[in-house]
């Protein structure tokens, strides 16, 4: 009792019963909230779209949303299928920059990755997948969006107190740059056996394709701190975190158990966690490019120390008592049988799952937009995985994404991102 009396000397007692200046703080800075800037695509079908956001404001988040109009889908061919989560199959790359920084690329696959590691509990995980686009088989006079939220400097749910992007401090635009997918490049038919081919009609463009994003400004401009900071560098951290571009590797069909592989190219710094999801290899599953499979063992080696190890899928209850939430959705297995489409639902129904594999202390990301959590120093550049695939009949593809720590730094005008 005496211990836990000093310790509460030591960290500052809260009251729970009375409110205190601990748990009943003010906002200092009253804001106003608006979502009214908006940036239509260069073209609606395949291509590069580019969005230069101004900085007179918060920045806080953006969203890609794109998809069809009631009634510019009733050409689908009968069966013709536009798989769920298209949205993340529509995107081959995402890359961006803060004012003058250096631009940094996600691809589609991971930014799907990173949207479900970020989201702060399982309902959201699985609103943020679905509301990426619903499956579609043959025609319909129904419209169809998807709604990508873009976590590149805050969470892709308000689970913690993150910061915007501070305008204030920056001379130059945040631009984000776009490469979009032909519609025809993810929407597929039967074909005889159980072949998956092209679609009979795809739509050649989308109806609408925009950027959206979300300001808050200050009520009392005299409250900036720029008048303050204009001649020195002032730090903020990144809330959620410094997705690595993805690295990957084929796992062929009847690898192994505990299959060593590999991974260099990791970014020097204080790397916190690498998730890793895998992509199945076999044409039969082409339309299942949102369905993320985890393996049934993964340990990874740095530096010759064992790290992570997770056997018979106990990544999945690991995971889970680090974290909020599993670490898996429910997706849409799509898989033709004697020349259409299986419809079993026993079969049709399936999980979306990755697996984080920590290198520092987890952290709830209900508390990771406050609290910095330390990474471990990465020096070599290479991880090595021992992976064993959930179906070893199949093969796939290993992706990595090394999760570092970040944050932004102004300075003059223009900003640039910390890693590790």
């Known amino acids: 009792m005496a211990a836990s009396n000093e310790l509460a000397k030591v960290s500052g007692p809260i009251s729970l019963y009375y409110s205190d200046s601990h748990n009943d703080q003010l906002q200092s800075q009253n804001v106003t909230y608006d979502t009214r800037f908006r940036s239509g695509f260069q073209t609606l079908g ?89 499956e579609q088989l043959g025609p319909t006079a129904a419209a169809s969006y998807a709604f990508i939220p873009l976590p590149l400097w805050t969470m892709p749910d308000n689970g913690g107190f993150a910061n915007p992007i501070n305008g204030d401090l920056l001379a130059q635009q945040v631009q984000i740059r776009v490469q979009m997918r032909a519609p025809s490049a993810y929407m597929f038919s039967p074909g005889a056996g159980t072949a998956v081919v092209a679609a009979v009609t795809p739509p050649a463009a989308y109806s609408v394709g925009y950027f959206q994003a979300e300001f808050l400004r200050l009520v009392d401009r005299a409250q900036s701190i720029a008048p303050k900071v204009q001649e020195d560098t002032y730090v903020s951290p990144l809330a959620c975190d410094f997705d690595q571009s993805e690295l990957s590797l084929p796992l062929p069909a009847g690898s192994a158990a505990n299959t060593p592989l590999t991974f260099s190219g990791l970014i020097f710094g204080q790397t916190k966690m690498v998730q890793v999801f895998l992509t199945s290899n076999d044409p039969a599953d082409a339309a299942n490019a949102s369905v993320y499979a985890a393996p049934l063992s993964v340990q990874m080696t740095y530096a010759g120390t064992v790290y992570a190890s997770y056997d018979n899928f106990s990544s999945r209850i690991w995971n889970v008592m680090d974290g909020n939430a599993p670490s898996a959705v429910s997706g849409n297995n799509r898989i033709v049988a004697a020349g259409a489409w299986v419809t079993t639902p026993a079969v049709v129904s399936t999980l979306s799952e990755y697996v984080n594999l920590p290198l520092s202390q987890p952290i709830s990301n209900d508390h990771a937009t406050e609290i910095q959590v330390h990474g471990m120093n990465i020096s070599n550049g290479s991880i090595t995985l021992n992976i064993t695939a959930p179906n070893p009949a199949k093969g796939y593809t290993v992706h990595v994404v090394p999760v570092l720590r970040g944050a932004l730094s102004y300075s003059r005008g223009s900003a640039n991102i910390l890693i590790g």
């Open 46 to 134: 395949a291509g590069q779209q580019v969005v230069q956001i101004p900085v007179d404001g918060g920045l806080s988040r953006c969203c890609l949303i794109f998809g069809w109009d009631a009634g510019a889908l009733s050409g689908l061919g009968a069966n013709d299928l536009i798989p769920k989560a298209f949205g993340y199959q529509a995107i081959e790359s995402i890359t961006w920059r803060v004012a003058g920084s250096s631009e940094y690329r996600l691809t589609g696959a991971q930014l799907l990755a990173k949207n479900l590691r970020l989201a702060s509990n399982s309902g959201n995980k699985q609103a943020i997948y679905d509301l990426a686009g619903s």
